[in-house]
């Protein structure tokens, strides 16, 4: 029997109090209205612990659980602390226009578009704001600056003043997106200040010296020769992956994630195992001490942190990857087993958010198989004869994405069977190629010729990595859908590799089983029927309203899996791909890898924008658009006036319509088109029918074509508003003919418009008519047999 109540089972005892202690964050973080008095949590802990402390000098067998509770409501308690906001934290000022007084704390980000703008991103600790009158504030905010030239930038602790509005971080609120505002809050940084193209004034020029300015410096020196030597976009390729940042063509980035090799890229944990297995190796090879090795590695791990900026991630990924380095050097597996559950502890009792880090998340799993399961699946496969060297690349690969599979599939979803080749292939010419720049970047300060011929030889090598990757993207299901686990699939999933590597466990299960084999019968004739159950179910028709910011996209998903796609989102004068970043991911998370319909509104970006991201990345089977002049579609899908599917796109007129199942789709149009003023004069007007219920999608409909609907069948058991809520849409006498039991709008926070108006509001709050906004509550499902139906929202 398993025995943890006297420290007979110290690692199972530290990796349940971790498990404990997150279940404590991730309750608050989903339900943080439950506890908001302090006092009584606090004065809860300080009882347990008590309690504990003495159970434990009583020795009584249950006292572990105890413990198990204390850890629980730290863990609750960590994340309220953690994410409280002071009366001058500047998150306060959300939306009001300040002038901002700072310290600017971080080298600034810096993207010329294709006008020639530059685009500077400062961090900037705030401390004070003025108004009406001036008060002292704290917290960090992103400052967003454009310019002509970079006369006059920020340097690190200059004190600055500014001008602008302050704006809450904004994220896309749909599910398997990594989350802004969590990610920046780790940081201290709360919220946006935009000034446009508005002087940034300077108070004080700091004469300090600055660690992160000198390294800045210093990079941006080995970057420009870099330029001297190579092609830029093989500078910037070879420079993300020695110090960070994202400088890198669209189709590489693609390639390398679908071949699941993506975090070599950046900065990761996987860096710092190679660099420090490079630098051990070296020092075994030079019969340097292994003390003095173990030292000289830990120094230069530190000034290579430094050097890539020392940022929390990338402190974070020194930290794992010299714990796998430990790990794979350690003789006593269970010392590296003990060593990565404590790090983990604290790390999280430190930032309770890292638990939905992706980047921690990614590390912990990674570097956990690597402790546990790697030593088992390298002595499975010592047994088939094959190269060391090969042996435990396939052992690593193997045992990193074992661990890390539930992580990868509800970001990604998707598999790449094609990263087993990848890592054997292209990793190890990549990690010759990072090796090979560090090794340039510490000999350009003393032998410049040697350091152009190793940029050639860099060079060349990415050239064929490149290749590499693009050709493993092609083979056949080099990358497969796996729709994502749940929360409990994934305790599941973690609870059979547990039982599996952890053999007490199994022999006292198996105990358990035979003890009691009738109620084991009885709960796996359950499960199948259960389960049967679940799959022979009719599944409902699936209405989801993507929250793509100021904009409109709706997926219907019927009970047969078939779909349709109203509008994509998009942004005007925006370099921003909402196709590629917003509506696939969306896509790809509810398992859509075609469409059997793409329906546009009508041209206009924030409808259209993302369609040739789609168009490009899945089948569409038919492409339906308004009764428009074409090129202002083939501008908008970027796509020529002769493409094939341009050609047969299908112009929705009066009564146009088509069937889906059981599901009628209407097109309800004034084919008149007297008197069009605008692009939202000719919007689609769809009607949904699935038996007892509708849904009326409207486009930018303005109220001078509503009144052509009014002797219409459009009333409907739910609307999307037309124009996010604009005023000139949306009339009292519109509303009253559809008559919605709910009505949901479509519209981005600090949208420029003022949407959605007041009036409009008004006119459906004097209806029985529920509102919905996907800037409140982020994305929107509807299910419905056609009779009923209920609604979730992403924001709860």
Same mark, same amino acid.
């Given at each position: 029997?398993?025995?943890?109540?006297?420290?007979?089972?110290?690692?199972?005892?530290?990796?349940?109090i971790?498990? *404990?202690?997150?279940?404590?964050?991730?309750?608050?973080m989903?339900?943080p209205?439950?506890?908001?008095?302090?006092?009584?949590?606090?004065?809860l802990?300080?009882?347990?612990?008590?309690?504990a402390?003495?159970?434990?000098?009583?020795?009584?067998?249950?006292?572990?659980?105890?413990?198990? %509770?204390?850890?629980?409501?730290? /863990?609750?308690?960590?994340?309220?602390s953690?994410?409280?906001?002071?009366?001058?934290?500047?998150?306060?000022?959300?939306?009001?226009?300040?002038?901002?007084?700072g310290i600017?704390?971080?080298?600034?980000?810096?993207?010329?578009?294709?006008?020639?703008?530059y685009?500077?991103?400062?961090?900037?600790d705030?401390?004070s704001?003025k108004?009406?009158?001036?008060?002292?504030?704290t917290g960090?905010?992103y400052?967003y600056?454009?310019?002509?030239?970079?006369?006059n930038?920020?340097?690190?602790?200059?004190?600055?003043s500014?001008?602008?509005t302050?704006?809450?971080?904004?994220?896309?609120?749909?599910?398997?997106?990594?989350?802004?505002?969590?990610?920046?809050?780790?940081?201290?940084?709360?919220a946006?200040?935009?000034?446009?193209?508005?002087?940034?004034?300077?108070l004080?020029?700091?004469?300090? *010296?600055?660690?992160?300015?000198?390294?800045?410096?210093?990079?941006?020196?080995?970057?420009?020769?870099m330029?001297?030597?190579?092609?830029?976009?093989?500078?910037?390729?070879?420079?993300?992956?020695?110090f960070? =940042?994202?400088?890198?063509?669209?189709?590489?980035?693609?390639?390398?994630?679908?071949?699941?090799?993506?975090?070599?890229?950046?900065?990761s944990?996987?860096?710092?195992?190679l660099?420090?297995l *490079?630098?051990?190796?070296? =020092?075994? *090879?030079?019969?340097?001490p292994?003390?003095?090795n173990?030292?000289?590695?830990?120094?230069?791990i530190?000034?290579?942190?430094?050097?890539?900026?020392?940022?929390?991630?990338?402190m974070?990924?020194?930290?794992?990857?010299l714990?796998?380095?430990?790990?794979l050097?350690?003789?006593?597996?269970s010392?590296?087993?003990?060593?990565?559950?404590?790090?983990?502890?604290i790390?999280?009792?430190?930032?309770?958010l890292?638990?939905?880090?992706?980047?921690?998340?990614?590390?912990?799993?990674?570097?956990a198989g690597?402790?546990?399961?790697?030593?088992?699946?390298?002595?499975?496969?010592?047994?088939?004869?094959?190269?060391?060297?090969?042996?435990d690349?396939?052992a690593?690969t193997?045992?990193a994405?074992?661990?890390a599979?539930?992580?990868?599939?509800?970001?990604?979803?998707?598999?790449?069977?094609?990263?087993?080749?990848?890592?054997?292939?292209i990793?190890?010419l990549?990690?010759i190629?990072i090796i090979?720049?560090?090794?340039a970047?510490?000999?350009?300060?003393?032998?410049?010729?040697?350091?152009?011929?190793?940029?050639?030889?860099a060079?060349?090598?990415?050239?064929?990595?490149?290749?590499?990757?693009?050709?493993?993207?092609?083979?056949?299901?080099?990358?497969?859908?796996?729709?994502?686990l749940?929360?409990p699939?994934?305790?599941?999933?973690y609870?059979?590799?547990?039982i599996?590597?952890?053999?007490?466990?199994?022999?006292?299960?198996?105990?358990?089983?035979?003890?009691?084999?009738?109620?084991?019968?009885?709960?796996?004739?359950?499960?199948?029927?259960?389960?049967?159950?679940?799959?022979?179910?009719?599944?409902?028709?699936?209405?989801?309203?993507?929250?793509?910011?100021?904009?409109?996209?709706?997926?219907?998903?019927?009970?047969?899996?078939?779909? %349709?796609?109203?509008?994509t989102?998009?942004?005007?004068?925006?370099?921003?791909?909402?196709?590629?970043?917003?509506?696939?991911?969306?896509?790809?998370?509810? /398992?859509?890898?075609k469409?059997?319909?793409l329906?546009?509104?009508?041209?206009?970006?924030?409808?259209? =924008? =993302?369609?040739?991201?789609?168009?490009q990345?899945?089948?569409?089977?038919?492409?339906?658009?308004?009764?428009?002049?074409?090129?202002?579609?083939?501008?908008?899908?970027?796509?020529?006036?002769?493409?094939?599917?341009?050609?047969k796109?299908?112009?929705?007129?009066?009564?146009?319509?088509?069937?889906?199942?059981?599901i009628?789709?209407?097109?309800?149009?004034?084919?008149?088109?007297?008197?069009?003023?605008?692009s939202?004069?000719?919007?689609?007007?769809?009607?949904?029918?699935?038996?007892?219920?509708?849904?009326?999608?409207?486009?930018d409909?303005?109220q001078?074509?509503?009144?052509?609907?009014?002797n219409?069948?459009?009333?409907?058991t739910?609307?999307?508003?037309?124009?996010?809520?604009?005023?000139?849409?949306?009339?009292?006498e519109?509303?009253?003919h559809?008559?919605?039991?709910?009505?949901?709008?479509?519209?981005?926070?600090?949208?420029?418009?003022?949407?959605?108006?007041?009036?409009?509001?008004?006119?459906?709050n004097?209806?029985p008519?529920?509102i919905?906004?996907?800037?409140?509550?982020?994305?929107?499902i509807?299910?419905?047999?056609?009779?009923?139906?209920?609604?979730?929202?992403?924001?709860?």
């Amino acid at each position: 029997m398993i025995k943890i109540h006297y420290g007979q089972s110290p690692l199972l005892f530290i990796n349940f109090i971790i498990l *404990f202690y997150s279940l404590g964050v991730y309750m608050m973080m989903k339900t943080p209205e439950i506890s908001k008095s302090y006092t009584h949590l606090f004065c809860l802990i300080i009882v347990n612990l008590i309690l504990a402390f003495y159970f434990t000098l009583r020795k009584y067998k249950l006292t572990f659980l105890l413990y198990l %509770i204390l850890f629980f409501l730290l /863990g609750v308690m960590r994340y309220l602390s953690f994410t409280f906001i002071a009366d001058d934290n500047i998150k306060n000022y959300d939306n009001q226009e300040v002038t901002l007084t700072g310290i600017i704390c971080q080298m600034p980000k810096i993207r010329q578009d294709s006008a020639g703008i530059y685009h500077l991103t400062y961090v900037v600790d705030t401390k004070s704001i003025k108004q009406k009158e001036e008060k002292t504030t704290t917290g960090k905010v992103y400052l967003y600056q454009k310019q002509k030239n970079l006369d006059n930038l920020a340097k690190i602790n200059d004190t600055i003043s500014a001008t602008g509005t302050i704006r809450l971080i904004q994220n896309y609120h749909n599910p398997n997106l990594i989350d802004r505002e969590l990610s920046a809050q780790e940081e201290g940084i709360y919220a946006t200040f935009s000034i446009g193209k508005q002087n940034l004034k300077i108070l004080n020029t700091s004469d300090k *010296f600055s660690l992160q300015e000198f390294c800045y410096q210093i990079e941006q020196s080995f970057l420009q020769s870099m330029y001297q030597t190579m092609p830029e976009n093989d500078a910037n390729m070879i420079f993300a992956m020695l110090f960070g =940042g994202y400088n890198i063509e669209k189709d590489i980035l693609e390639a390398y994630s679908i071949t699941g090799i993506i975090h070599i890229l950046s900065v990761s944990g996987s860096h710092i195992s190679l660099i420090s297995l *490079f630098l051990l190796s070296l =020092g075994k *090879f030079l019969h340097l001490p292994r003390f003095f090795n173990l030292i000289l590695l830990l120094i230069l791990i530190i000034f290579y942190t430094i050097l890539c900026g020392a940022s929390v991630p990338v402190m974070r990924a020194s930290i794992m990857g010299l714990l796998s380095i430990i790990a794979l050097y350690l003789e006593e597996k269970s010392t590296a087993q003990h060593l990565l559950s404590i790090i983990a502890l604290i790390l999280l009792l430190f930032d309770p958010l890292l638990l939905f880090n992706i980047s921690f998340q990614l590390s912990f799993a990674s570097t956990a198989g690597l402790v546990y399961l790697m030593p088992i699946l390298r002595s499975k496969l010592n047994k088939l004869k094959l190269p060391s060297l090969l042996i435990d690349n396939l052992a690593l690969t193997m045992s990193a994405q074992i661990f890390a599979f539930p992580i990868i599939i509800w970001y990604f979803t998707s598999l790449s069977l094609s990263s087993l080749l990848a890592n054997l292939i292209i990793i190890p010419l990549l990690e010759i190629l990072i090796i090979l720049g560090l090794i340039a970047f510490i000999l350009g300060f003393i032998f410049p010729f040697i350091t152009k011929i190793l940029f050639i030889f860099a060079s060349l090598i990415l050239s064929i990595s490149n290749e590499a990757t693009f050709l493993l993207t092609k083979i056949p299901f080099a990358s497969i859908y796996v729709p994502p686990l749940d929360f409990p699939a994934i305790l599941i999933y973690y609870s059979l590799i547990f039982i599996t590597l952890n053999i007490k466990i199994r022999k006292y299960l198996y105990l358990l089983l035979q003890k009691y084999k009738f109620i084991t019968y009885i709960c796996s004739i359950s499960l199948i029927i259960f389960s049967c159950y679940f799959m022979i179910k009719p599944s409902p028709l699936q209405i989801h309203f993507i929250d793509v910011g100021q904009g409109d996209a709706c997926l219907i998903i019927t009970p047969h899996q078939h779909s %349709i796609l109203i509008d994509t989102g998009g942004s005007i004068n925006s370099d921003f791909d909402i196709g590629s970043y917003v509506d696939l991911p969306y896509l790809r998370h509810y /398992g859509i890898n075609k469409l059997d319909y793409l329906i546009l509104s009508h041209a206009d970006a924030d409808h259209s =924008g =993302g369609a040739n991201s789609i168009l490009q990345k899945i089948p569409v089977n038919h492409l339906i658009i308004a009764d428009e002049d074409k090129d202002l579609y083939a501008k908008i899908l970027k796509l020529p006036l002769n493409n094939p599917l341009l050609a047969k796109a299908i112009v929705a007129k009066e009564n146009t319509a088509f069937n889906l199942e059981d599901i009628h789709f209407q097109f309800l149009q004034n084919d008149e088109k007297e008197n069009l003023k605008s692009s939202n004069d000719s919007s689609n007007v769809l009607k949904l029918t699935y038996h007892n219920f509708s849904v009326l999608f409207t486009g930018d409909l303005p109220q001078t074509q509503e009144k052509y609907l009014l002797n219409k069948n459009i009333a409907s058991t739910i609307l999307k508003v037309a124009h996010h809520g604009s005023k000139t849409s949306s009339s009292q006498e519109f509303l009253e003919h559809v008559r919605p039991q709910l009505a949901i709008i479509s519209v981005g926070k600090y949208n420029s418009f003022g949407h959605p108006s007041k009036e409009v509001l008004d006119r459906l709050n004097n209806l029985p008519t529920k509102i919905l906004r996907t800037d409140e509550k982020g994305a929107i499902i509807i299910y419905t047999d056609g009779y009923n139906f209920s609604f979730k929202t992403f924001l709860n």
